[in-house]
């Protein structure tokens, strides 16, 4: 149905090309907000949609670009989305907004979509820009959900907001891990699932 | 013809039409969807208030049953008490706002009709750390609250503390702060603090009261 090369478009970033785990963008984000699985996952999605819509806009553009000044074109054009999507949320999805607060903002600083929009909106037609830009949200998104999935089972025992683990084990001693909750967990764990992913990935090409 | 467009007018007379297009975007977005937003703020206004008062608006229009309960706004300065019925019995509720750790956070103290006990509470705040400092909005450390004195034994003001498990409060009562948010935690235990304070006018009209005084030696 999809071409070869669309294909490596859409499903690249997932994996072989993931922006979080093999180019190492977008981490300080990766950081904020995966103490809990219903942020990320609103973020994941946030940033799929805003990656897409820039990167569209951008290709649509870029033959009309002044090459002097594209990097502030592109960021004029991520931060009106971004500004966008969050007064539609404030208006249509308020407690989702309020959830996100101040992340909500700092898509615009998301090296992800600089780094999409510069290597590959600028050179590509809208059609593989828009699959380039789910492709890689996904790929940011998939990250955000483990790392959150871990950080939150561990360290507050729940997941989406319900108890997971049974007052069975507090009542034996199980206790939360409260590192997990720190900021530098999230950057060793997103440590572990590189070493992960770089082993499984090196095999195969062997 | 073909465009040059690295020339310096081509890219002056770009970046301004771009940055027009956006302004004019922007602000007719902004605009259009100000009174929705406006409605919403109003809206999460009466939920968190609702909410300090313990009302479970799940099943009904919040909007509605805020205006049934609420009936009367009192005003100290630019302070703001607002007065509802629950119940038959009068309860205040006074609009707390302060620091956390990472920016603003704010709540309503719902008091019984003595001005002195707590019958429920609500936090908000705008970007504490999820799992740590958020945790003022969740029930478990709002219940703490409920049924606390935010006098002492002499009838003076001296709020509520929020102290780490094993402190001790001199001279007020004190509930758990949250562990790993220890500067949200005081954060929340100095805004109840100034904040009351500024309700000074509000809280001391019927201090004096010879009811009150029993009210709380009882409690000791």
Known sequence: MLSQKTKDTLL???????????????????????????????????????????????SLLRNTIPMRVRIIVQLVVVAALVTLVSEVLKAFAYDVAMQLSVYLGLIITNCILMGRLEAFAMTN?????????LGNGLGYAIILVIVAFVRELLGSGQLLGFQVIPQWCYDHGYENCGMMLMPAMALILVGCVIWAHRSINDKEAK | ????????LYTFIYSAVMVIIVAVLLAVVSQALAPKQQANILLDKQKQILGALKVDYSAGNPAEIYMVLVNDTLTYGDKEVYVANLNGETKYILPLSGKGLWGGIGGYLALDADKNTVYGVNFNHESETPGLGAKIVELPFRKQFEGKHIRNAAGEVVSVAVLKSGKHADGQEQVDAISGATITSSGVSTMLEVNLAEYEEFLKVESNEGKEEDHVESEN
């Open chain 1, 125 to 133: 037609n809208a059609w593989d820009s828009l699959l380039d830009g």
């Open chain 2, 1 to 8: 013809m073909k465009l040059n467009t690295n020339s310096n």
């Open chain 1, 12 to 58: 690249g970033p997932l994996n072989a090309n993931n922006p979080v785990v093999v180019q190492i963008l977008g981490i300080c984000s990766a950081l904020a907000v995966t103490v809990q699985l219903k942020p990320a996952l609103v973020m994941g999605i946030a940033v799929t949609i805003i990656v897409a819509m820039s990167n569209v806009i951008v």
